[in-house]
């Protein structure tokens, strides 16, 4: 397949608990020290769990969305004829607001129109980030800005927390022993998007390219995932097709893993069903353990992460971790960052319906 | 490539048709009643009975602009009075979960898509699937659309099966 002759990032931006920008992300996913902390934000009494990763300073949605969007499109170096020409991605939690959340954000960034906007859970921004892929590589977009965002607020940390969803011991643990549950974190992140031929005839240089993207349902249960991981292992398949890679040049996961028992368990089914014993020799991490779980804007935030992790030739620690469990056979990233063996990376999302993504990126 | 073309359609309520039956598992809005019954009713035209043979690769794509209204102003006055909301929301809080409903139920091994709309719902749902037939990801498409009133009664929904769409 030719898609991954198309899809250029030329510009990312995040914002989480481990501060603004790119470089904080880096930094903060490589020193591995988790951001959670007690919440502020707002009033926890009453909760059974009381932490989350959240930037003190973070203000409301609409803003972050249109400075993570601002920040993105300069660091391609988009100008306003550029973003005149650029459709708007965008990825939250549903309501009747987001309508006109979107159509603001577009405006309020000069880009074109919001040409989607994705509600679907935890594979949101991922889910984006292949559609966009798609219209790209078939032509009928040069160029998108795919924005996501969710910062930890009281109803859907209530939520969490009545359906015993977060670690009760503050901590996230993916594919550990003894992990007990998930803890949310502040994610805001756009992403640039380009073909090759408008990357090019702008001048531009390509931080990373989108290789393969593959998505896929488990037709299991409402909310938990097959435990064989079958959904999101076809979602990995059809990823590794279309980048025409083979299973020895992927050298990172970024797991979705969130520290929840059976869905960390889940994922590692479906990395032996894709690579077999060769997924014990591939290395994994879930950086969720340091900046939490973001929610729709998870697949944003950590697809910068692994962009950033893999231009930077070093691959972020699974935090948390305390010994291995026998359910995730995986070559988990425990100590320290570990050097980038490739260039290529797969970074996974799964979410409540059994929706999976899989999104697999290069660097030069 | 050669557009998709319909191959079932129902409307919920039809004539004849009450409330749709009431969902375990669900709790408070209709919302997830609705999605369950149009779907049902719209694959039952198709394929009687069910669930589809694995490896079905049917996507369901589910639009609607204001989500589960009755359900989310139910969570937000719970915590603004520092209650604490009941658990089996917290499985309701997204539309994935009726979406995972209904395609455990089915058998439906596609991807899962939920949108909000940004011009006319039939249609964004229609552009989504056809995106997802051309790239190859899905072989068929729920489209499942709904709305329910402000006032959270029980609204309107219409599912539609699409098939075809591959790239040549």
Known sequence: MAEQEHLRITGVHALSALGRGADALLAGVLAGTPAFAPVRRFDTTGRRVTVAAT???????????????DAACRAAGLDRTHRAGAALFLAVHGGPEVPALAANLARRCGLVDAHRVYTTACVSASTAVADAAT???????????????????PDQYALFDAGRAFAPDGAVRPFSTGRQGLLLGDGVAAVVLESASAT???????????????????????????????????????????????AEALGYVNANATGTPYSDAAEAAALRRVFGDRAGRIPVSSTK???GHALEASGLLE??????????????????FLGPDETCPLDVITDAPRPAATGHALTLNAAFGGANTALLVGVP | MTPPTVLAEARWPEPGDGPPPPLPGFVHSAFHPLVAAVADRCLTRRYGARPRPAGNRTAIVLVSASGDRASAEHVRATVAAGGRVGPLFFFQSVPNSIAGHVAARWGLDGPVVCLSPTGEPRADAVAEAELL????????????????????????????????????
């Open chain 1, 55 to 69: 930037l003190p300073d973070a203000g409301p949605l609409a803003d972050e969305l249109a400075d993570a969007v």
């Open chain 1, 303 to 320: 697809l910068v992460v692994t962009v950033l992790a893999l231009r930077h030739g070093k691959l972020p620690v699974n935090a948390g």
């Open chain 1, 135 to 153: 219209l790209i590589a078939r032509g009928d977009l040069d160029r998108v800005v795919v924005a996501a965002g969710y910062l930890v607020e």
């Open chain 1, 200 to 246: 090019a005839g702008r001048g531009a240089s390509p931080l990373a390219t989108v290789r393969g993207w593959g998505r896929a349902g488990d037709a299991y249960h409402p909310c938990q995932p097959d435990p064989q991981g079958r959904g999101l292992a076809r979602a990995v398949g059809a990823a590794l097709r279309r980048a025409g890679l083979p």
């Open chain 2, 133 to 168: 037939l051309y790239d190859g990801d899905a072989d068929e498409a729920l489209l499942v659309l709904i709305e329910q009133a402000p006032d959270g009664t029980p609204g309107e929904a219409t599912a539609v099966l699409l098939g075809g769409g591959r790239r040549p």
């Open chain 1, 289 to 291: 353990s340091v900046h």
